[in-house]
């Protein structure tokens, strides 16, 4: 009678929750159905390409930067992994939609959910967009897990076609039914306080939610400047995008050099960057500084070295004390020449 109980009990909640199985499925096969189906967002030279999305997450990821750092400064590798994941993606989304295999896949929701959460739930222009996409997925993968699925799903349907099935334990792990929990409420508990306990920690670690001075590092562009250094005819520079939104770039409309009572000593302009030579520019990852119609564009991510002629300035090098750049929304960044 207790099986019984049991079953009828874990019927109930994996129909009641339904609904979420299937938004959270649709979540992640939509990734799929989005950059395949609706548009092609896995060729690298495309715009739109996945992988410098991916290659946006860099600046302020927590714990898994070394990761996107190689993948981004190997293309080979980011081209395979975007694939892999974009498969791995569609069959999780597609069997949670379906209930097959509902707590193995749950397992995958959780692992790709965290993914987002660690890389880019810093981003968000408006609201904090990918931090509540990433701890609501895993609170979610969690939540079925422990459900499983019920009615309206191949889970049950396997179950009900095949009643062994309810007493084999690889499918009760693995699939749906009675989760051969010993301790439900201990479980249940210390995995709530963790991912609560996430949940907060991430949430002020990305912006200050919880205490202090709220902050949002995807409203303004920040543009690191280092590395800058002289020879007899030219000056270069490393320039490294950690801010601002990820769906276009900063846009620089100007670079001076500048001696140290602030007087410029040389200058480009919007129309001088809209024409910057591509052989100045040193991309290291996937998201490139370029030249854009009307500025030299900076996408979020990005980190290139800049070099510059100074033959047309007819002062010492040693005069040359800072660098300023320019952004179009008035901003400015500048760093010491050493």
Request: hydrophobic residues 45%.
């Amino acid at each position: 009678m207790k099986h019984i109980s049991d079953s009828r009990s874990y019927d109930l909640a994996g129909l009641y929750t339904l609904s979420l199985r299937l938004v959270i499925g649709w979540t992640y096969f939509s990734a799929f159905w989005r950059r395949l189906v609706l548009e092609n967002k896995l060729i690298p030279d495309e715009a739109g390409y996945i992988g410098e999305k991916f290659n946006h997450f860099l600046p302020n990821a927590l714990g898994i930067k070394p990761i996107i750092e190689y993948l981004v400064t190997h293309p080979d590798a980011l081209e395979t992994s975007m694939i892999t994941f974009t498969i791995i993606e569609a069959v999780v989304g597609l069997f949670i939609i379906l209930g097959l295999f509902t707590r193995l896949m749950s397992i995958g929701i959780f692992g790709l959910a965290m993914g987002i959460l660690l890389g880019s739930g810093w981003i968000g222009t408006t609201c904090l967009d990918e931090w509540q996409i990433g701890v609501l997925g895993i609170a979610g993968g969690f939540v079925l897990f422990l459900t499983g699925s019920a009615p309206f799903s191949l889970d049950h349907y396997f179950i009900k076609k095949n009643t062994s099935f309810t007493h084999k334990k690889w499918f009760l792990w693995l699939g749906s039914g009675v989760l051969p929990l010993l301790k439900p409420k201990t479980i249940v508990l210390a995995g709530s306080v963790f991912i609560f306990g996430l949940t907060l920690y991430t949430n002020q670690y990305f912006h200050g939610g919880v205490w202090g001075t709220l902050h949002n590092k995807s409203v303004k562009p920040k543009i690191e400047i280092s590395n800058v250094s002289l020879n007899a005819s030219d000056i270069t520079f490393e320039i490294y995008r950690t801010q601002g939104v990820d769906v276009y770039g900063s846009f620089l409309i100007g670079i001076q050099f500048l001696d140290k009572n602030g007087t410029v000593l040389k200058a480009l302009d919007l129309k001088d960057l809209s024409k910057f030579p591509k052989e100045n520019i040193k991309n290291h990852y996937v998201a490139k500084v370029k030249p854009g119609k009307h500025a030299l564009i900076i996408p979020l991510g990005s980190k290139a070295d800049l070099t510059f002629s100074l033959n047309e300035i007819s002062v010492k090098q040693e005069e040359i004390h800072t660098v300023k750049l320019i952004d179009i929304s008035g901003i400015e960044w500048t760093a010491g020449v050493k």
